[in-house]
């Protein structure tokens, strides 16, 4: 999956990829931060792995500030 939008729209534009095993990562090239988050749980786009994704880039962007 590649998408240039995602729902929460923390990220500026950039690029977020994902991989059947919920491997996740972006690339923010505005605001200079790229993050990783690698499970390996199935199905892809597990409720849960979406919702620990979501909080995962909330804090890195919280970091931030």
């Known amino acids: 999956m590649l998408t240039h939008r995602w729902s929460n ?3 500026t534009a950039g690029a977020i990829r994902a991989g059947l095993g919920n491997t996740y990562f972006w ?5 200079g ?3 990783v988050i690698l ?3 199935l199905p892809f786009a597990d409720p849960k792995a979406l919702a620990l994704f979501n909080q995962f880039e ?3 962007y919280a970091s931030l500030a």
């Not at 690339?27 to 605001?31: H, R, W």
Request: proline share 6%.
């Open 9 to 11: 729209q923390i990220r």
């Open 58 to 60: 909330k804090a890195v």
């Open 27 to 31: 690339i923010d090239p505005a605001k």
């Open 33 to 35: 931060v790229a993050g």
């Open 39 to 41: 499970m390996q749980l």
